[in-house]
């Protein structure tokens, strides 16, 4: 209970400071893109679940394409574990209902028993529908270290 607590307050603290740097839409969705990396280091395929379109389409850094089911299995493979998430540098563009999210990630665990440390670039695409915001596409590419 304390953890959720905590989780609550982090999210209001995050949304306030968010929302004094942009406005309230860019906000909201700055704090969507961090719930999904919160999501993917708790392996929660359920609020990615409600995060992405049915018809979301994920390109990832190696070139593997996957729709919205096969995204969402990947996040509960036992053998994916990552242990933090983290973006910096998002900018947000409001096109209308839709929003292209851009930053720099950097993904840290372990999948098939092999460590990874990944930095890169993201560039997320979300529509608002009957108010709620949902991402369709999202892609990554590895920066050169």
Known sequence: ?????????LLTVTLVATAQQSG?????????????????VNRDSSALDALVSDRFIDT???????????????IR????????VNIREA????????????GIYRTRGTYQGKSYDHLGRFTDTWIQEG??????AS????LKK
Do not use: Y
């Open 1 to 9: 209970m304390i953890r959720g607590l905590c989780c609550c307050l």
């Open 139 to 142: 892609h990554t590419s590895l």
């Open 91 to 102: 900018k947000v563009n409001l096109f209308g209902d839709t929003a292209v999210i851009t």
């Open 24 to 40: 309230p839409r860019e906000a909201k969705l700055l704090v969507l893109e961090r719930l999904w990396n919160e999501a993917q």
């Open 77 to 84: 493979d036992p053998l994916f574990k990552p242990t933090s």
């Open 60 to 74: 990832e850094w190696d070139g593997d394409v996957s729709d919205k089911t096969k995204f969402l299995a990947d």
């Open 131 to 136: 108010g709620k915001w949902q991402c369709v």
